[in-house]
Structures are given as structure tokens and as C-alpha cells.
């Protein structure tokens, strides 16, 4: 539950982030970066080509990552079994 929260929250900043500039970086912080679960998240992220990495910890998203965020239903649709299509 915690990964998929903090996952979710990286990817929403990012897209923010890429509304205003696409090719603006988002630097993450201390705490995200210090964490094993934010790195396992990050490198994820990259390897599925989602997130481009300018340094350990400066990240921006990729067009497909956009795309990829755009098309998932809010994570709020899947809870208690609801479906996304009410």
C-alpha cells in the first residue's frame, strides 16, 4: 500500500511537472532519495522508459510515461472492488 502511494505521488508530480515544461526536470528530495523504496520506485520507473534520469535524483518523465499516467484510472477507482466505469 505504502509503494503504491509513494509511486503514485512521484508519478503525479512528474506529470505536473511535464504539463508546465515537458523537458523540465523535478528534483526529488532528501528523503525520497535516501530511501531504498525510492530508488527501487525510480529505477522502475526508468527501466519501463517512463522516467529519464539527469543525476541521481533529478527526474523528468518521458512522453510514454505521460501517456502511460494519462490512460491509468485514478487509483481511488479500484478500491473496495469498484469498478473504473461506473
Do not use: C
Not at 1 to 9: E, K, Q
Not at 46 to 65: A, D, K, M, Q, S
Amino acid at each position: 500500500m505504502r509503494r503504491d502511494l509513494v509511486r503514485d505521488g512521484i508519478r503525479f508530480k512528474l506529470a505536473e511537472r511535464y504539463r508546465e515544461n515537458p523537458t523540465g526536470f523535478l528534483s526529488l528530495s532528501k528523503e525520497a532519495i535516501d530511501s531504498a523504496l525510492g530508488r527501487e520506485i525510480v529505477a522502475e520507473l526508468r527501466n519501463e522508459g517512463h522516467v529519464e534520469e539527469e543525476v541521481r535524483g533529478t527526474i523528468r518523465l518521458t512522453p510514454r510515461g505521460y501517456r502511460a499516467f494519462q490512460n491509468d484510472p485514478p487509483p481511488y477507482s479500484y478500491r473496495n472492488g469498484a469498478s473504473p466505469v461506473q
